[in-house]
């Protein structure tokens, strides 16, 4: 079985405010975890961690270790622009291109990588339309904008694109969060789906959403991981008081 992601005593800073501290954290590959906790804890942070998406943020830096499948993410010589292909990310707010036609959203990343095959690219558009439960909706308008889907179908468009480079690890920060509640279900259906082959690692400030659709939940307060376990346990049996502060909603 693979490692899946291994984080070690992970510290973030933005200059000198420290927003994560020490974070010990194993996702179990093929499954989806949620990470949840009141705004400004540090859960967004730590996604973007994962991808080194963080430090691409001036004056930011991490110390610490990120792994996937045993391999440290932040050794010398590792090439950030590889780490981001294997470990997608998708955005609270949808992000098409604007001047992209839906077709070359998709392609955007292969196009990227190298691929200039027009069939493959063909291939690979539509198997990534395919798995983020877009295409019947949109194969007939492939060379129209991006942006004049709707916002659940832009924020499906931005899962397709994620998906086209075939990454191991797709990370979701908080990807609902804009969206109506029949767009909403459409994503978490989607979600179930793709946790049958990838690693999914959702950020929500939704607790309903956190217990529909992972299978394990880690909850963040003050840039601290104060619990992580089994879904289920969590929010029915918490450890920590402090976490049961949260789910109860005493606190948060």
Known sequence: MADGIRITRLN???????????IDLAVVPRSVTAIIGPSGCGKSTCVRCINRMHEVVPGARVAGRVELNGEDLYAPGADPVEVRRRIGMVFQKPNPFPTMSIFDNVAAGLRLA??????????AVERALHHAALWDEVKDELG?????LSGGQQQRLCIARALAVEPEVLLMDEPCSALDPIATAKIEELIMELRKELTIVIVTHNMQQAARVSEWTAYFLLGEL???GPTRGLFTSPRDSRTEDYVTGRFG
Do not use: Y
Request: no cysteine; proline share 3%.
């Open 12 to 22: 973030a800073w933005f200059g000198p405010r420290q927003v994560l501290r020490d």
């Open 114 to 123: 190298g691929v200039r095959n027009r069939a493959a690219l063909h291939e």
């Open 144 to 148: 129209k904008s991006g942006a004049g």
């Open 226 to 228: 104060i619990e992580f």
